[in-house]
């Protein structure tokens, strides 16, 4: 599948264009780029009070699980 979305980005590519700030989560947690996020840690973002990381950690969490 080929098609194109309608923000321009090819459809089976939505993953790229889903994440808009590579790195970001890894910074505000304080873990090293090329570490794993711990589980626990990713799970506790998801909760957090703050909306954007919040929102970063199940992102993370939702593609952790296509992988």
Sequence with gaps: MTDYADGGA???RWIAGAVKHPGALHREL???QGDKIPEKKLAKA???DNPKLAKRARLAET???LH
């Design 63 to 65: 593609l952790k699980s």
């Design 10 to 12: 090819v459809k089976d």
């Design 46 to 48: 998801a909760h957090s």
């Design 30 to 32: 304080g873990v090293p």
